[in-house]
Antibody
Framework: EVQLVESGGGLIQPGRSLRLSCTVS????????MTWVRQAPGKGLEWVSF??????????EYAASVRGRFTISRDDSKSIAYLQMNSLRTEDTAMYYC????????????????WGQGTLVTVSS | EVVLTQSPGTLSLSPGERATLSCKAS???????LAWYQQKPGQAPRLLIY???SRATGIPDRFSASGSGTDFTLTISRLEPEDFAVYYC?????FGGGTKVEIK
């Protein structure tokens, strides 16, 4: 059974940096793309970023709202996905979920089949 | 970028009733690909449907979905108490705003 556990959230001041981790077990981590999705308090889901497996070139994509500030990475030897968040803003306050990404007909058609419980990031002075 | 619009925002129904949720895409990017998720308060989202109409592992058959082009539908044939939740559609890097199914 796949398990995903996020960590690294907390209270952080605007402009500072934070790194989130997503530790995965129960699967061959290197075979899968991973994604981060966030949810501001009382709001809907917002996709943040994904990173494909090395078999698909390890390509990365970002939502426009975080591009240039956030960096996704992965360590297949440790089964961990990371989200480095720089220049944090109050509007980045959210629960951050990591999820396993699956493909339907091909790598451009993806969905998220297993989710962690999330880690809360609060950006406030 | 595709924009997904879900309606209604809130659906008030009684257990045993049928729920029909809509998700409309701003333009047709792929006619064969959409996913649906369920989220209960304080919990992570759970995948219900992928590829427009394929149920995820463990999802009961009272959940069904259909659609193509820009119009997609999630149907819950007979609402069980555990089905009252928020439902999101997703295509590529876009999520709909969600439909809350609440007890009437």
């Amino acid at each position: 059974e796949v398990q995903l556990v996020e960590s690294g959230g907390g209270l952080i001041q605007p402009g500072r940096s934070l790194r989130l981790s997503c530790t995965v077990s129960g699967i061959t981590f290197g075979d899968y793309a991973m994604t981060w999705v966030r949810q501001a308090p009382g709001k809907g889901l917002e996709w943040v970023s994904f990173i494909r497996s090395e078999a698909y070139g390890g390509t990365k994509e970002y939502a426009a709202s975080v591009r240039g500030r956030f960096t996704i990475s992965r360590d297949d030897s440790k089964s961990i996905a990371y989200l480095q968040m720089n220049s944090l803003r109050t509007e980045d306050t959210a629960m951050y979920y990591c999820a396993r990404m699956r493909y339907f007909w091909g790598p451009s058609q993806y969905y998220f089949d297993s989710w962690g419980q999330g880690t809360l990031v609060t950006v406030s002075s | 970028e595709v924009v997904l619009t879900q309606s209604p925002g809130t659906l008030s129904l009684s257990p045993g009733e049928r729920a029909t949720l809509s998700c409309k895409a701003s333009h047709s990017v792929s006619s064969s690909y959409l996913a649906w998720y369920q989220q209960k308060p304080g919990q992570a989202p759970r995948l219900l449907i992928y590829g427009i109409s394929s149920r995820a592992t463990g999802i009961p058959d009272r959940f069904s979905a259909s659609g193509s082009g820009t119009d997609f539908t999630l149907t819950i044939s007979r609402l069980e108490p555990e089905d009252f939740a928020v439902y999101y559609c997703q295509q590529y890097g876009s999520f709909g705003g969600g439909t809350k199914v609440e007890i009437k």
